[in-house]
């Protein structure tokens, strides 16, 4: 299982980004994925998750109303449509998915907001 991340960098609060996951290794249509971050000195947390089909997602508190995820089976990628972003969403981006009972991480994207 192979996950990379792309599209992070630096964005001025307000603007957007659209982050994706290229994943390689296994039946990528078949399998749930999901976005996480981590900030300096913070836990790993769920930012958004989709089912295998994309027909449902879910979304933390903090990102509902301004981040989208969806997917391409046809290209085994998951993307991560970021708007109205804010200082707070400054971190770590990874994608991950659980595959035959272990998870399995990408390597990260930083997405930094300021100004």
């Known amino acids: 299982v192979q996950l990379v991340e792309s599209g992070g960098g630096l964005v001025q609060p307000g603007g957007s980004l659209r982050l994706s996951c290229a994943a390689s290794?296994?039946?990528?249509?078949?399998?749930?994925m999901s976005w996480y971050r981590q900030a300096p000195g913070k836990e790993r947390e769920l930012v958004a998750g989709i089912s295998s089909t994309g027909a449902n997602a879910n979304y933390a508190s903090s990102v509902k109303g301004r981040f989208t995820i969806s997917r391409d089976n046809a290209k085994s990628t998951v993307f991560l449509r970021m708007n109205s972003l804010k200082p707070e969403d400054t971190a770590v981006y990874y994608c991950?998915?659980?595959?035959?009972?272990?998870?399995?991480w990408g390597q990260g994207t930083q997405v930094t907001v300021s100004s």
């Open positions: 991950t998915t659980v595959w035959t009972g272990s998870r399995y």
């Open positions: 290794g296994f039946t990528f249509s078949n399998y749930g």
